[in-house]
């Protein structure tokens, strides 16, 4: 077992058991012209944690764990958006709308994919969903059930939407989650904060979160030797 130095207490983990899952980090949140933007977000905030999540996916794949990545997307139909989530927001800035990237949040579109430097690569797994959380009609449960999977790293945007929504999903599912505090973000840095200690309040009542740095210091300690692995 790892343990990781972590709040509101250490997180310890069997790197064999655990999925690193990264939420939402595509072209329509993070970059000018997506839906983020569309929404009056600034997407420069979630843009400064790429180089983030981008060292914590190389760690998950050098342990060999893992790596979930998901997509908020629809169908081009749009028959899997309720209509609640359709008609929300401004006309002509809506889920299904033409943007500058493609239909906003579609399947299929420019702006639905992950970001170039965090694509997907083989045997990893690829989760559109149609909700705000990973395991709403996406059938991940079962997957994640089949694979053995117990523990659950989280990173990617927004941490108070789809990343919290997911977490609470996971943890009422009976997983254990760890989400890496300088790998999520929020356009609204309030949230995010807020987040994170609802996360860890009342002995970690949705989970726990660490820095990444936490989280590599552990991996890569060797307690038999005392030092580096
Ligand atoms: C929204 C998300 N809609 N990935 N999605 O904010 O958090």
Request: net charge negative; glycine share 10%.
């Amino acid at each position: 077992m790892i343990a990781v130095a972590a709040k509101p207490a250490t997180f310890s983990f069997d790197p064999a058991r655990t999925a690193l899952v990264i939420i939402d980090m595509q072209r329509d949140f993070l970059e000018p012209g997506g839906f983020g933007a569309a929404l009056g977000n600034d997407v420069s905030l979630l843009q400064a944690i790429v180089p983030t999540v981008e060292s914590l996916l190389v760690l998950a794949r050098e342990e060999g764990m893992l790596v979930i990545h998901t997509r908020e997307s629809h169908l081009p139909d749009l028959s899997d958006c309720a209509a609640s989530k359709r008609t929300a927001g401004a006309a002509g800035l809506r889920i299904g709308d033409p943007g500058p990237m493609g239909r906003i949040l579609v399947r299929g579109e420019p702006g639905n994919q992950i970001i170039p430097s965090l694509a997907p690569i083989a045997d990893e797994w690829v989760v559109d969903k149609p909700g705000k959380g990973m395991f709403y009609a996406t059938g991940l449960g079962d997957r994640l059930v089949a694979q053995g999977v117990e523990y659950l790293i989280f990173a990617g945007v927004t941490t108070e939407v789809c990343v919290q929504t997911s977490m609470r999903e996971a943890n009422d599912r009976g997983y254990r989650c760890l989400l890496i505090e300088d790998a999520t973000e929020s356009y609204f840095p309030a949230f995010k904060q807020a987040t994170l200690d609802m996360i860890v309040a009342q002995g970690g009542i949705v989970g726990h979160t660490a820095t990444l740095a936490a989280l590599h210091d552990a991996l890569t300690y060797d307690a038999l030797n005392e030092g580096k692995r």
